[in-house]
């Protein structure tokens, strides 16, 4: 299986500041790679799909980038709703995988 | 209401069975894959099984020879047939419909494998 590495796996940040995580995957995944936004008690949000794609109703301060095996989400403004865990996820082969998440806290 | 409600979930021995259902609405169900993902306390997101267009299936390893995952499309319904259940295999699971990656799920149902 291919596996996701994620870093940080946490980050403290400031209101206002750019954030960038990042997602490794251990061979390519082509731009098969989804970034989701899981906040306490509640289930995981798609917010990009297929590296760079917005889905629908997720503010434009989100982006993503990559292709082959690097890629990154980032936040451009921190904003306080967006304290959560992230997670990064392929979709290349039929079993998928996630990456094991990136904890957000604001400052 | 475009919608995934899971339900099934519970307390279990180590070595028993569950059931999980997950009823869609809102939405051609049958145009979908569907995708079982789980959550343990404190840990992140594992993907655990899918049933894809075309009937075609998929198990992580880890469950693998002991869930069954099926579909009811005239019902808009999926299953996840647990069996031999571990302890390791307590988590919410989720249920989440295939789109470019899952774009919808569920609001997950709880499974706890003790004695």
């Known amino acids: 299986d291919i596996q996701m590495t994620q870093s940080p796996s946490s980050l403290s940040a400031s209101i206002g500041d750019r954030v960038t995580i990042t997602c490794r995957a251990s061979?390519?995944?082509?731009?098969?790679l989804q970034w989701y936004q899981q906040k306490p008690g509640k289930a995981p949000k798609l917010l990009i799909y297929s590296v760079s794609r917005l889905e629908g109703g997720v503010p434009s301060r989100f982006s993503g980038s990559g292709s082959g095996t690097d890629f990154s989400l980032t936040i451009s403004s921190l904003q306080p709703e967006d304290l959560a865990t992230y997670y990064c996820?392929?979709?290349?082969?039929?079993?998928?995988?996630f990456g094991q998440g990136t904890k957000v806290e604001v400052k | 209401e475009v919608q995934l409600v899971e339900s099934g979930g519970g307390l279990v021995k180590p070595g028993g069975s569950l059931r999980l259902s997950c009823e869609a609405s809102g939405f051609t169900f049958s145009s979908h894959g569907m995708s079982w993902v789980r959550q343990a306390p404190g840990k992140g997101l594992e993907w655990v099984s899918s049933i894809r267009i075309g009937g075609f299936i998929y198990y992580a390893d880890s469950v693998k020879g002991r869930f069954t995952i099926s579909r009811d499309n005239v019902k808009n319904l999926v299953f996840l047939e647990m069996n031999s259940l571990r302890a390791e295999d307590t988590a919410v699971y989720y249920c989440?419909?295939?789109?470019?990656?899952?774009?919808?799920w569920g609001q997950g149902t709880l499974v706890s494998v003790s004695s």
């Open positions: 061979q390519t995944i082509k731009s098969f």
């Open positions: 996820q392929q979709t290349f082969t039929a079993r998928w995988t």
């Open positions: 989440a419909r295939e789109s470019f990656g899952t774009d919808l």
